[in-house]
């Protein structure tokens, strides 16, 4: 087997940390169930830390990546920021929900 090159086991290892903080984010928007406990569990201040942190990286590494790192981080980041707002759309309406449910049953007291 043929050994990487110190630039090819760095892009390989740069797509992992890539990946690694989409997964994390994608578990803590409740997208993806958490291996540890196989449920799906939802924290959404976390996962805006996980974004934060990949937006992070972009910025550190702008003018370093190549054509392919940069359409990744761009298309992950993309993707995330999407299902971030999604996710915070569904929490206000379920907060909503939960409001008038509460106010309903005021009324019928």
Do not use: C
Not at 38 to 54: C, G, N
Not at 75 to 82: A, C, F, M, T, V
Not at 86 to 98: A, I, N, W
């Amino acid at each position: 087997m043929n050994k990487l090159s110190e630039d090819q086991k760095n892009a390989v290892l740069f797509m992992q940390l890539i990946l690694t903080f989409q997964g994390a984010a994608m578990q803590q928007m409740g997208k993806i169930k958490n291996p540890l406990t196989d449920k799906i569990e939802r924290d959404l201040t976390q996962a805006a830390i996980s974004i934060d942190m990949l937006d992070m990286i972009k910025q550190k590494t702008a003018g370093n990546l190549t054509k392919e790192e940069q359409q990744l981080i761009d298309h992950i980041l993309s993707e995330l920021k999407l299902n971030y707002v999604d996710e915070l759309d569904r929490e206000s309406k379920d907060k909503g929900e939960k409001k008038e449910r509460k106010d309903e049953n005021k009324k019928k007291e």
